[in-house]
């Protein structure tokens, strides 16, 4: 009897770990243009790949895609205690502060829109996954490196999942961008995925 106990104990154990992605899961995509499909056509963006690989994976998983061209981090603090509300994610991925960079806004103050926001996804029983970028050396080694540093201090003192750069393999080849040399063509979306994918899937098992 006790033999029978401990194989049917292992055999719903094998069963779980092989149904990790099994429970429905919703995923929320806060970002700005880099996530939005700026200058492309639709479902050629790296949030668009991102749902046909988890069909091909078979991860029972609803993007809901709220990226705005243009946002800022102060934008998306304002927006996401709505979305939280109407959507109930399970996973948050915060794709934000590219702007406040560009502009040049304080880094003090985009980290402290983007604490905000990770503390508002956990208290609604969300994993968050942040997703870095880093800002062109014309900006000066000060700026860019308070800048690249604020993801990874975050990523520590948070506790969560950090993507040190959404743009590595993709920022430094010019032909990846469009004309506007900010936002990268199609093609290079899937580098992006692949970029994100290592942190995020960890965060859709149960």
Request: hydrophobic share 45%; charged share 20%; glycine share 8%.
């Amino acid at each position: 009897m006790k033999k029978w106990i401990v194989g049917l104990g292992a055999a719903f154990a094998l069963a779980a770990a092989g149904n990790a992605y099994s429970a429905p899961k919703t995923i929320l995509v806060v970002g700005d243009s880099l996530s939005a499909e700026y200058g492309l056509v639709r479902g050629t963006g790296w949030v668009a790949l991102l749902d046909q690989r988890l069909r091909a994976e078979k991860i029972d998983a609803t993007i809901v895609n709220a990226s705005i061209s243009g946002d800022t981090t102060s934008g998306g603090r304002s927006r996401l205690p709505a979305l939280l509300a109407q959507h109930h994610p399970n996973v948050v991925v915060l794709e934000l502060g590219a702007n406040d960079g560009l502009r040049g806004l304080p880094v003090k103050s985009a980290e402290d829109n983007l604490r905000a926001m990770v503390d508002m996804a956990e208290q609604a029983h969300a994993k968050v996954l942040l997703v870095g970028m880093r800002m062109p050396p014309n900006y000066g080694r000060a700026y860019t490196d308070r800048f690249a540093g604020m993801y990874t201090d975050l990523s520590t003192q948070e506790k969560v999942p950090l993507v040190p750069f959404m743009l590595d393999g993709v920022a430094l080849v010019p032909a990846n961008f469009q004309a506007d040399r900010l936002h990268p063509l199609a093609t290079a979306h899937p580098t992006i995925l692949n970029n994100i994918w290592p942190q995020l899937a960890p965060l859709l098992k149960r």
